[in-house]
């Protein structure tokens, strides 16, 4: 069974930080493009960053970019979510998902989500 499980999430002040982990079972992550969405409480869902199986090439959307680093450990096929200097806009239910592509629009499974909360 194919499954994504993430772990992580909690409450954190400000300008803290915390890492999500997507940890694959019945399926090896490498060979996947492995994405990170998060969906805020009354909006749509959005992509936060993904890395490619191919290269490793990663991609950020710019409200991120420069805080939040997307990395991969093969050995424990496992994908992780660093996410510094977290502001209260942050705040969302983030899931990880695995596509042939690095494609927000086209990702194949999907993990349940992991809450994300960020206030004083």
């Known amino acids: 069974q194919l499954q994504l499980v993430e772990s992580g999430g909690g409450l954190v002040q400000p300008g803290g930080s915390l890492r999500l982990s997507c940890a694959a079972s019945?399926?090896?992550?490498?060979?996947?493009?492995i994405g990170w969405f998060r969906q805020a409480p009354g909006k749509e869902r959005e992509g936060v960053s993904c890395?490619?199986?191919?290269?490793?090439?990663?991609d950020y959307r710019d409200s991120v970019k420069g805080r939040f680093t997307i990395s991969r450990d093969n050995a424990k096929n496992t994908v992780y979510l660093q996410m510094n200097s977290l502001k209260p806009e942050d705040t969302a239910v983030y899931y990880c998902?695995?596509?042939?592509?690095?494609?927000?629009?086209?990702?194949?499974?999907w993990g349940k989500g992991t809450l994300v909360t960020v206030s004083s």
């Open positions: 998902a695995a596509g042939y592509h690095c494609d927000y629009y086209d990702m194949d499974y």
């Open positions: 019945g399926f090896t992550l490498d060979r996947y493009g």
């Open positions: 890395i490619s199986s191919s290269d490793g090439s990663t």
